[in-house]
């Protein structure tokens, strides 16, 4: 990506593009000491830190949001799973949730709340969506996983509905 790469793609998505990001998609292009990145801003959230792999419970939060359609309401898959930092609370709309359940007594990282692993966003006319799933190979040979895939695709590439309205504080407690 060129010098205005960022620029650039953040321009295209306010002017009706679509961005789709997994897992290390939060990882790319990370912010600087004193403020979140251009494009973590974008994106809703930028990793921070992950223990080991364990198998963590999904938990969807909007379940009438047109990208969890036909997603279940509690889902469990193996997955190493992120930990963020500079989530954009006044833009993502949180979809799912994970539960680290009895990983937070095994890993002390993940000691946490319940907290967002799938949001979206509407951003000018575009629309982003990140999923944290997605670092190993068998998430992505998961047919549930793929459906989801999908049904975000066409979710992002302008299919009904936007409902993206920001809802952190709502469903997240602190």
Not at 54 to 80: L, N, Q
């Amino acid at each position: 990506m060129g010098k205005d790469g960022v620029i650039d793609l953040i321009e295209w998505i306010e002017d009706g593009g679509a961005f789709m990001g997994f897992h290390s998609a939060s990882v790319t292009f990370q912010s600087s000491d004193d403020r979140p990145s251009d494009y973590i801003e974008l994106l809703g959230g930028e990793f921070e830190i992950h223990g080991e792999q364990f198998t963590g419970t999904v938990r969807t939060v909007d379940e009438d949001h047109p990208v969890m359609a036909g997603f279940p309401k509690e889902w469990k898959i193996m997955d190493e799973w992120y930990l963020f930092k500079n989530l954009n609370k006044e833009r993502i709309h949180v979809l799912a949730v994970l539960d680290a359940g009895e990983e937070r007594e095994k890993q002390k990282m993940y000691d946490t709340p319940n907290y967002p692993v799938i949001w979206c966003s509407a951003v000018g006319k575009g629309r982003v969506y990140y999923n944290a799933m997605g670092h190993r190979e068998d998430v992505w040979m998961n047919e549930q996983f793929q459906r989801a895939v999908v049904i975000a695709a066409g979710w992002a590439l302008d299919e009904g509905d936007a409902d993206a309205e920001p809802n952190y504080a709502e469903v997240i407690k602190e």
